[in-house]
T-cell receptor
Framework: NAGVTQTPKFQVLKTGQSMTLQCAQD?????MYWYRQDPGMGLRLIYY???????DKGEVPNGYNVSRLNKREFSLRLESAAPSQTSVYFC?????????????FGPGTRLLVL | GDSVTQMEGPVTLSEEAFLTINCTYT??????LFWYVQYPGEGLQLLLK?????DKGSNKGFEATYRKETTSFHLEKGSVQVSDSAVYFC???????????FGKGNQVVVIP
């Protein structure tokens, strides 16, 4: 049981390049999330998917797009990377979209945009 | 909007010392409250949670009590170990809202 997996673990991009961060969970969870973590800022929600077929913006969605490919997979795309998007990105999943439910996090993707 | 405030700055203490990390929150309704821990190079994992007022969450010797009257959820451990060195995040989720709002986190360093 792998839980939440993310690929790649580390990526370096040049400004203007595009890339997709992949996330998959094998826990049959309905809800999935993308966060970014920056020093001194905690985690901030980028996008989330309450259930398969739905996506919604979080706190900091500008410059990103997402796709809920199926129940297992939720990808995050940077169309034109900017240095301000240098961060650590975490994917999380949750059994159901209820406030008392625990979110389960992946190991993260470290992204450096030059 | 909903927000979580954690005490400023890293926390450095000796092994077997008492640990307290303060967390206060602002919410319009009745949130669920969480403490997540992040060990070096890893993702976050749930440490403990409480879903209603006066509930006490506990795990691995850590405890936190949901105090509605002071809007607080302070984390405590009576005797820390070197293996407790990590970053600790307080978070809340409002009922009817599936988003987690995180505090900025506290780096805890335990010295042998």
């Amino acid at each position: 049981n792998a839980g939440v997996t993310q690929t790649p673990k580390f990526q370096v991009l040049k400004t203007g390049q595009s890339m997709t961060l992949q996330c998959a969970q094998d826990m049959n969870h309905n809800s999935m999330y993308w966060y970014r973590q920056d020093p001194g800022m905690g985690l901030r929600l980028i996008y989330y998917s309450a259930s398969e077929g739905t996506t919604d913006k979080g706190e900091v969605p500008n410059g990103y797009n997402v796709s809920r490919l199926n129940k297992r997979e939720f990808s995050l795309r940077l169309e034109s990377a900017a240095p301000s998007q240098t961060s650590v990105y975490f994917c999380a999943s949750q059994p159901a979209s209820r406030s008392q439910e625990t979110q389960y996090f992946g190991p993260g993707t470290r992204l450096l945009v030059l | 909007g909903d927000s979580v405030t954690q005490m400023e700055g890293p926390v450095t203490l000796s092994e077997e010392a008492f640990l307290t990390i303060n967390c206060t929150y602002t919410a319009t309704g009745y949130p669920s409250l969480f403490w997540y821990v992040q060990y070096p190079g890893e993702g976050l994992q749930l440490l403990l949670k409480a879903t209603k007022a006066d509930d006490k969450g506990s795990n691995k010797g850590f405890e936190a009590t949901y105090r509605k009257e002071t809007t607080s959820f302070h984390l405590e451990k009576g005797s820390v170990q070197v293996s407790d060195s990590a970053v600790y995040f307080c978070a809340l989720s409002e009922h009817g809202n599936n988003r987690l709002a995180f505090g900025k986190g506290n780096q805890v360093v335990v010295i042998p």
